[in-house]
T-cell receptor
Framework: ETGVTQTPRHLVMGMTNKKSLKCEQH?????MYWYKQSAKKPLELMFV???????ENNSVPSRFSPECPNSSHLFLHLHTLQPEDSALYLC????????????FGEGSRLTVL | AQKVTQAQTEISVVEKEDVTLDCVYE???????LFWYKQPPSGELVFLIR??????QNEISGRYSWNFQKSTSSFNFTITASQVVDSAVYFC???????????FGSGTKLNVKP
């Protein structure tokens, strides 16, 4: 138990659906991250929020839309996805005052049909 | 540009063997940090170690040891006397000095067989 909870753990959606992934951290951290993990590829940094402000948008397609309503919650809104978007989406958090350790959730396994 | 390369996609060893996981990085920063994370089957990455670019001392923690060599831009990870519980995917990562971005390799899947 890392203190970072992601829901749902598994999601199957059609290309025309709209769904959201949720991440919640109970660690009092103030920076949160979305990563995409595809088989045999490096983890891809998607978005970074620091003090609820988006500080990084790593050329992610607009069909992915992040939201950070407060320092404990992070969402990834999904719409009109493509089959190649199927992957494990990992959320991580960090205390900006510490020296860099990321705390990860268990991920949301997304399958786009 | 920052980049982390883990050339070993998958390694299989028999319990009690020693195994080394390779990590090569690229960066133009003079201040940077290197990390190793372990991803068990449950999915969450777990932090193992952090080194900064000014500290090339090797580190040992139980059966784990890390060899940081700036001359070859490598940060290799050795598990001594491997155990079945060591089976996981291991990721090497690189961060700038401000920890704004973390660049991960593609991971090495380690299978330790009894």
């Amino acid at each position: 138990e890392t203190g970072v909870t992601q829901t749902p753990r598994h999601l199957v959606m059609g290309m025309t659906n709209k769904k959201s992934l949720k991440c919640e951290q109970h660690l009092g951290h103030n920076a949160m991250y979305w990563y995409k993990q595809s088989a045999k590829k490096p983890l891809e940094l998607m978005f970074v929020y620091s003090l609820e402000e988006r500080v990084e948008n790593n050329s992610v397609p607009s069909r992915f839309s992040p939201e950070c309503p407060n320092s404990s919650h992070l969402f990834l809104h999904l719409h009109t996805l493509q089959p190649e978007d199927s992957a494990l989406y990992l959320c991580a958090s960090r205390d900006r005052e510490n020296t860099g350790e990321l705390f990860f959730g268990e991920g949301s396994r997304l399958t786009v049909l | 540009a920052q980049k982390v390369t883990q050339a070993q996609t998958e390694i299989s060893v028999v319990e009690k063997e020693d195994v080394t996981l390779d990590c090569v990085y690229e960066t133009r920063d003079t201040t940077y940090y290197l990390f190793w994370y372990k991803q068990p089957p449950s999915g969450e990455l777990v932090f193992l170690i952090r080194r900064n670019s000014f500290d090339e001392q090797n580190e040992i923690s139980g059966r784990y040891s890390w060899n940081f060599q700036k001359s070859t831009s490598s940060f290799n990870f050795t598990i001594t006397a491997s155990q079945v519980v060591d089976s996981a995917v291991y990721f090497c990562a690189l961060s700038d000095g401000n920890f704004n971005k973390f660049y991960f390799g593609s991971g090495t899947k380690l299978n330790v067989k009894p």
